[in-house]
Structures are given as structure tokens and as C-alpha cells.
């Protein structure tokens, strides 16, 4: 029983370093540029400057072939030339937005060079019909294209032949000879140098970030890539401004589209090593500069359990780092080991994602724990790398008595090692019925300036959302004698430089009763866990009570420094 033979899948053609590389990139060289304009060069700015310019121009070419042999040789090349190795090096979006235009330059070149091969042509027969001409040409250049690439290299080589006998000839009369090309020239130029320049910058960075999966045959200093990428940039301004800031422009504008596509690519590029290793640099610096409560920054750790029923809570969360700190959303799973984590990845997943549809400034982390207390406990001990530990912990209120047992050992637990307690429960009035004031209940100095630098960071953090919002400090005094305490409080404004409005209130009624009264429709409300008759966290009851007494309606917080747990308390 005979069976046929399957067929070989064609091999792709390939036309060697000969005809591939070597004679294409000659015939580059002695093209229009070198014909038309060499001599045009000379004539003005004499024959030493125009030989500096040239070796300005080879150094560039040479530092950028380098830079790309480098590149290449790390990566197995396929179709896309210059697109494919920047969307591979620095991602999708920015080698779209240099592929693109370089695209654009190559299509422009046609036409540039067919308006050279005319221009030539009426040098030596000056009544040709440029147009009809040119039409011509492009046909032709139409149908070797059609036919096939190989038809196009044997084509090169009858080029070449032709030019090394014209060329002496040729050198002598053209450099008068200044026309179309000079509007051409431009666009070409600025988006090839554009693709150079980033070619070197790819090169330079792979190798100062070094992944380990930088492995190129071909090794370049970073040093020579970066002079290449600075070489082109400078070279960009030197040659027409207007023409470099609007190729910058056409970049930086297709950037922008590719970026919010959200395209989603198969590969990785440099730009997380980057991070890395700037974050590296970063985490190390910051460890061995000097810690000082001036230097204070928001790293908030929020345990959120599902962020998609706690809206409310991860939006103030959001204001509150407001762009200055780091936020850490995460939720504790509780169980046995065995059920529990084989739905680790599914929720870290579900965390990750909400991050991003919410365009949230915030890294997502799920822990297994047999229980909550021991969860918060593993948080805070291993969540973080150095300075970068979290300082401050947010927890949603929460009204189920089952949960208030593990809710108060947690609470204890936090400051116990040493971290800042925010309690935060939602508003149940509406945003229009509650006045634009952010009340900071005062009781003393110790904990004085974290509530005031918090109601100051919702501001600064809400991106505008409550720029008629106005901060009111407040402090229940007994008498008369209480002033002078209480001027300590203005004292501490004025040091930390926040806009507030003071207000020293005068009364021998339980401060509860107070401050429900007098920030009844206040939409922000900060204020220290036991506050006298307003317990805090440490007692279930008189959180009840604080709940029920102290939050109608608004926003609550209760902020706590762990500078303020004392023995007894």
C-alpha cells in the first residue's frame, strides 16, 4: 500500500548577506543623497566641514549598527524589522509609535527617490514631462514589487553595476541641482533617526537594566548605544527644529492611541526590568536615608475583603494615599489549607483586575490564615520590603457581632506591632445632604497631627472632587481653664502647615452628645477611638455606641497612632 509523501512546508526565502544586506544598504548609500546633494554640501559649507558632517553622520551609523547587532543577536528576529525589535525591547506601544512613522518615511522614500531619478533625468534632457515621468517609474517600481522581492534583488545588481561607471561622471554637475527634495528630505530624515536613536536607546538600556535574559552574541557597552541615542536626538535638532518637534509630536500622538487600546501582547519587553531595577536602586537608597516623621508617606495596607461590595471604602482608601504613599489592598481567606488554597490565585486574580478596571494607584495581595487575627499578624510582618512596610491599616466597619471578636483582637494586634488604625464605616445619608467639611475631633497631641495631615490627604487626594471642602478641627474643653491646653492645638496647626479652621467648644455635657450634635451632617468625620464617652475599637459596646451615636450619616474614621497606645488605655 503505497502513500503519497506530505508535502514540505515552504521554507521561507532568503537571499543571503550578499544580496539581502550588502546590496541594498549600497545602494542606500550611493543614492540621492550622496548624487544630488553631496555636492551641494561642499559648495556650502566648504570641503572640511562637509567632511566633519560625514563623520558625524558614519559615527551614527556605526554606533547604531552595533547597537542593532546587539539586539538582534538576543532575540530570534522575525517580520517587522525596527518594529519588532523596539515592541519586543520597550513594548508594543512604543514601537508602534516609532514602526509607524518609520513605515511612513519608507513610503515617502519612493517618492523621493523617483523624484531624484527625474530630476536627473531633466538635468540631462530638460524638456522630460516630470510627472508622466514619475507616474512611470512608480509603475514599474509597482509591478517589480508585485512580481516578487527576488526579481527586485537581481534588479539591484544591475543598478550597481550601471552606477560605479557614472559615478565620477555624474559628481560633477549635480550639486546645483536643488528642487522638490528638499520637502521630502525632512520627513524622511526625522523618522529614520527617530528608529536609530531608539534602536541605540534599546540597546543601551537592555544592557544597564540586565535581565538575566539579556544574553546577546554580539556585546556593545551601554556606553556607545546611549552616545548613538544621544547622537541621533541632537543631530534631529541640529538639522530643522520645527521638523523634530513635530515628528515628536506624530510619535508621542500614536503613543497615546496605542496606549489606550490596552492592546495585550504574547511577550515580555524591558520595561519591567526597568522598573525593577529602578525600584531596586530606589528600595536601597531608602533604606539608608534617615527615617523622619517629616518624611512621612501614606503606606496603607487596607484589609478589604471583596473590593466590589467595599466601593466606598477602597474610593476614601484611594484619597487618603493620594498619589503620595502606596496602597495595598488585600483580603484575608480563612479555612482550612487544603480548601482554601486552591482559591488563592482565583481571588488574587479577582483583586488584580479590579485594580485595573478602577485605574487604582495600588498592588493587590491575598494570604490563606486558619484565622483572621493570624492573617493581619502575617500581613504585617512579611508584607512590604523595607521602608516600603506598611504604616497604617484600614479596616471597614463592620456590624456583625460574630465578626466583633476577631475584629478587636485584630485591632490590638495592629497596634501592637506598631502600625496606624484607621476604622472607616460608610455614610448613610446622601452625598447632597451633608455639608462639604472635613471635622477633626481633637484630644491631644500625641495623636493630634495624624488626624489633621489624614483630613488634609482626603483633600489633596480626591483630584478636585471635594476642592470645596474646607477642614474644621474641634476640642471639647470643660471650662474656661482648658484654654490654654487647648492653644496647643493651634500651636501644632501652624507647625504642619495645614489650612484649618479651630474651634474650641465649652461644655460640661458627655462629649458624645457633642460631637453627634455639632457634626450631624458633616460629610467627613475624624476622630480618636475613645474619646471619652465615644469608645473606640477596644470595646465592642462602646464602638456600638460610637457607631450609632458619632457616625450618623457621614463618613466616619477612627485614627488611631500607635504612638498613642498606652498601658490601661
Given at each position: 500500500?503505497?502513500?503519497?509523501?506530505?508535502?514540505?512546508?515552504?521554507?521561507p526565502?532568503?537571499?543571503g548577506t550578499?544580496?539581502?544586506?550588502?546590496?541594498p544598504?549600497?545602494?542606500?548609500i550611493?543614492?540621492v543623497?550622496m548624487?544630488?546633494?553631496?555636492?551641494?554640501?561642499?559648495?556650502?559649507?566648504?570641503?572640511?566641514?562637509?567632511l566633519?558632517?560625514?563623520?558625524?553622520?558614519?559615527?551614527?551609523?556605526?554606533?547604531?549598527?552595533?547597537?542593532l547587532?546587539?539586539?538582534?543577536?538576543?532575540i530570534?528576529?522575525?517580520?517587522?524589522g525596527?518594529y519588532?525589535?523596539i515592541?519586543?525591547?520597550?513594548?508594543?506601544e512604543?514601537?508602534?509609535?516609532?514602526?509607524?512613522?518609520?513605515?511612513?518615511?519608507?513610503?515617502v522614500?519612493?517618492?523621493?527617490?523617483?523624484?531624484?531619478?527625474?530630476?536627473?533625468?531633466?538635468?540631462?534632457?530638460?524638456?522630460?514631462p516630470?510627472?508622466e515621468?514619475?507616474?512611470?517609474?512608480?509603475?514599474?517600481?509597482?509591478?517589480?514589487a508585485?512580481?516578487?522581492a527576488?526579481?527586485?534583488?537581481r534588479?539591484?545588481?544591475?543598478i550597481?553595476?550601471?552606477?560605479a561607471?557614472?559615478l565620477s561622471?555624474?559628481?560633477?554637475g549635480?550639486c546645483l541641482?536643488?528642487g522638490k527634495?528638499?520637502?521630502?528630505?525632512?520627513?524622511?530624515t526625522?523618522f529614520?533617526?527617530?528608529?536609530?536613536g531608539?534602536?541605540?536607546?534599546?540597546?543601551?538600556?537592555?544592557?544597564?537594566?540586565s535581565?538575566?535574559?539579556?544574553r546577546?552574541?554580539f556585546?556593545v557597552?551601554?556606553?556607545s548605544s546611549?552616545?548613538?541615542?544621544?547622537?541621533?536626538?541632537?543631530?534631529?535638532?541640529?538639522?530643522?527644529?520645527?521638523?523634530?518637534?513635530?515628528?515628536?509630536?506624530?510619535?508621542a500622538?500614536?503613543?497615546?492611541?496605542?496606549?489606550?487600546?490596552?492592546y495585550?501582547?504574547a511577550?515580555g519587553?524591558?520595561?519591567s526590568?526597568?522598573?525593577?531595577?529602578?525600584?531596586?536602586?530606589?528600595?536601597?537608597?531608602l533604606?539608608?536615608?534617615?527615617?523622619h516623621?517629616?518624611?512621612?508617606?501614606?503606606?496603607l495596607l487596607?484589609?478589604?475583603?471583596?473590593?466590589k461590595?467595599?466601593?466606598?471604602?477602597?474610593?476614601?482608601a484611594?484619597?487618603?494615599?493620594?498619589?503620595r504613599?502606596?496602597?495595598?489592598?488585600?483580603?484575608?481567606?480563612?479555612?482550612?489549607?487544603?480548601?482554601?488554597l486552591?482559591r488563592?490565585a482565583?481571588?488574587?486574580?479577582?483583586?488584580?483586575e479590579?485594580?485595573q478596571?478602577?485605574?487604582?494607584?495600588a498592588?493587590?495581595?491575598?494570604v490563606l490564615?486558619?484565622?483572621?487575627v493570624?492573617?493581619?499578624?502575617?500581613?504585617l510582618q512579611?508584607?512590604?520590603?523595607?521602608?516600603?512596610?506598611?504604616?497604617?491599616?484600614?479596616?471597614g466597619w463592620?456590624?456583625d457581632?460574630l465578626k466583633?471578636?476577631?475584629?478587636v483582637g485584630a485591632?490590638?494586634?495592629?497596634?501592637?506591632?506598631?502600625?496606624?488604625?484607621?476604622?472607616?464605616?460608610?455614610?448613610e445619608l446622601?452625598?447632597?445632604?451633608l455639608?462639604?467639611?472635613?471635622?477633626?475631633?481633637?484630644?491631644?497631641?500625641?495623636?493630634?497631627?495624624?488626624?489633621?495631615?489624614?483630613a488634609?490627604?482626603?483633600?489633596e487626594g480626591?483630584?478636585?472632587?471635594?476642592?470645596d471642602?474646607r477642614?474644621?478641627?474641634?476640642?471639647?474643653?470643660?471650662d474656661?481653664?482648658?484654654?490654654?491646653?487647648?492653644?496647643?492645638?493651634?500651636?501644632?496647626?501652624?507647625?504642619?502647615r495645614i489650612?484649618?479652621?479651630?474651634?474650641?467648644?465649652i461644655?460640661?455635657?458627655?462629649?458624645?452628645?457633642?460631637?453627634?450634635?455639632?457634626?450631624a451632617?458633616?460629610?467627613?468625620?475624624?476622630?480618636r477611638?475613645g474619646?471619652r464617652?465615644?469608645?473606640?475599637?477596644?470595646?465592642?459596646a462602646?464602638?456600638?455606641?460610637?457607631?450609632?451615636?458619632?457616625?450618623?450619616?457621614?463618613?466616619?474614621?477612627?485614627?488611631k497612632?500607635?504612638?498613642?497606645?498606652?498601658p490601661?488605655e
Open positions: 500500500m503505497s502513500r503519497e509523501a506530505s508535502p514540505r512546508p515552504a521554507e526565502l532568503k537571499f550578499f544580496g539581502g544586506v550588502f546590496t544598504n549600497l545602494l542606500t550611493l543614492g543623497f548624487f544630488l546633494r553631496a555636492g551641494w554640501v561642499v559648495g556650502n559649507a566648504g570641503l572640511e566641514q562637509a566633519i558632517i560625514l563623520c558625524v553622520a558614519n559615527a551614527i551609523t556605526l554606533l547604531t549598527s552595533l547597537s547587532s546587539a539586539v538582534a543577536t538576543n530570534r528576529v522575525k517580520g517587522g525596527a519588532f525589535l515592541s519586543r525591547n520597550l513594548g508594543l512604543i514601537g508602534g509609535a516609532i514602526g509607524l512613522p518609520l513605515f511612513f518615511a519608507q513610503a522614500s519612493v517618492a523621493f527617490y523617483i523624484i531624484g531619478f527625474v530630476e536627473s533625468l531633466q538635468f540631462l534632457f530638460p524638456n522630460l516630470a510627472r515621468i514619475s507616474v512611470g517609474v512608480l509603475a514599474v517600481l509597482f509591478i517589480i508585485w512580481v516578487g527576488e526579481l527586485a534583488v534588479t539591484q545588481y544591475v550597481m553595476a550601471a552606477l561607471l557614472a561622471a555624474v559628481l560633477a549635480l541641482l536643488i527634495l528638499d520637502l521630502i528630505a525632512p520627513i524622511i526625522m529614520f533617526l527617530a528608529a536609530y531608539t534602536v541605540n536607546f534599546v540597546a543601551g538600556l537592555s544592557r544597564l537594566v535581565n538575566p535574559s539579556y546577546p552574541t556585546r557597552h551601554w556606553l546611549l552616545l548613538g541615542f544621544a547622537g541621533c536626538l541632537f543631530v534631529m535638532f541640529l538639522l530643522n527644529v520645527v521638523a523634530t518637534i513635530g515628528s515628536i509630536i506624530v510619535i500622538g500614536i503613543y497615546v492611541v496605542l496606549k489606550r487600546r490596552e495585550k501582547t511577550w519587553d524591558e520595561r526590568g526597568l522598573w525593577f531595577a529602578i525600584a531596586r536602586f530606589g528600595l536601597l537608597k533604606a539608608a536615608s534617615q527615617q516623621v517629616r518624611n512621612w508617606r501614606p503606606v487596607v484589609l478589604v475583603g471583596n473590593p461590595s467595599r466601593l466606598g471604602m477602597v474610593d476614601v484611594d484619597r487618603l494615599e493620594a498619589r504613599g502606596l496602597l495595598v489592598l488585600a483580603q484575608i481567606i480563612t479555612g482550612d489549607w487544603q480548601k482554601t486552591p488563592q482565583g481571588v488574587q486574580k479577582a483583586i488584580e479590579f485594580i478596571e478602577n485605574r487604582l494607584s498592588v493587590g495581595k491575598t490564615s486558619d484565622a483572621f493570624h492573617g493581619v499578624t502575617s500581613l512579611v508584607l512590604g520590603v523595607g521602608a516600603l512596610d506598611p504604616n497604617t491599616v484600614l479596616v463592620s456590624e457581632a466583633r471578636t476577631q475584629f485591632v490590638q494586634r495592629i497596634l501592637e506591632l506598631e502600625r496606624n488604625l484607621l476604622v472607616y464605616a460608610e455614610p446622601p452625598p447632597h445632604e455639608e462639604p467639611v472635613i471635622d477633626v475631633w481633637w484630644r491631644a497631641r500625641i495623636n493630634g497631627s495624624f488626624m489633621p495631615t489624614l488634609h490627604l482626603l483633600i480626591s483630584e478636585g472632587r471635594m476642592r471642602h477642614i474644621r478641627v474641634r476640642r471639647i474643653i470643660a474656661e481653664a482648658g484654654r490654654e491646653e487647648a492653644r496647643a492645638m493651634q500651636a501644632m496647626l501652624a507647625e504642619v489650612e484649618a479652621g479651630v474651634e474650641i467648644l461644655s460640661e455635657r458627655p462629649p458624645l452628645e457633642v460631637i453627634a450634635e455639632k457634626s451632617l458633616s460629610d467627613f468625620f475624624v476622630r477611638p474619646h464617652g465615644c469608645r473606640g475599637p477596644g470595646e465592642s462602646g464602638h456600638v455606641r460610637a457607631r450609632g451615636g458619632c457616625a450618623q450619616g457621614k463618613h466616619l474614621i477612627l485614627a497612632s500607635w504612638h498613642d497606645l498606652h490601661g
